[in-house]
């Protein structure tokens, strides 16, 4: 290794002295990568449709070249994928995400957990199914439910939102207690 130029050495005086550690720029300003990344990262949770590099860069509030260096990057993670090459747009990547809470779920919960919140989110669907009549929210007229109801348009999305939130929760509870390793991502559920 070679000798740092004597300009930039410390005298046998300085040397001397112990460094002011106060003065020193804290760790947390100096390591402020994390902020950038989880900008970012929010970014890319909030995009609905294809966007480009730039647009990402305005949802996180910094520049474009961060932004292809951190889009790269969940790309190689696969939190995101690349619709087009030129101009590059990414989508968020709904079935990593997925993933992601299945993991949670399992290091945070037990079985005996995890099949408790199933009984309750199982029951609450048959609830809905009961309250509309169909056999899945997707199968319900909001307009038509809230004039034969008497209720406003508002009220029956908001319930046929939560039915799918409901239906969104079992598939992610079934699969968190699939005991399979390895693909249990990608396996799918009949809800």
């Given at each position: 290794m070679d000798e740092p130029n004597s300009e930039l050495t410390a005298s046998a005086e300085e040397r001397a002295e112990s460094p002011e550690f106060d003065s020193l720029t804290?760790?947390?300003e100096v390591v402020h990568g994390d902020r950038t990344r989880d900008d970012f990262f929010d970014a890319v949770l909030g995009l609905d449709s294809p966007a480009t590099v730039g647009d990402v860069a305005e949802y996180a509030g910094h520049g474009v070249d961060a932004a292809r260096e951190y889009l790269?990057?969940?790309?190689?993670?696969?939190?995101v994928t690349r619709v087009t090459e030129s101009p590059a747009t990414y989508e968020r990547n709904q079935e990593y995400?997925?993933?992601r809470r299945v993991q949670r779920l399992r290091d945070r919960h037990t079985t005996d957990e995890l099949l408790d919140y199933l009984a309750a989110e199982t029951e609450r669907d048959e609830e809905y199914?009961?309250?509309f009549k169909v056999d899945s929210p997707n199968a319900v007229s909001i307009a038509a439910r809230a004039s034969e109801t008497g209720r406003s348009v508002e009220e029956v999305w908001e319930d046929v939102s939560a039915w799918k939130t409901t239906r969104r929760r079992i598939s992610l509870l079934e699969r968190a207690l699939t005991t399979d390793s390895g693909d249990s991502a990608t396996e799918r559920t009949a809800v």
């Open positions: 804290p760790t947390a790269e990057w969940f790309h190689r993670m696969g939190i995400l997925n993933w199914g009961e309250m």
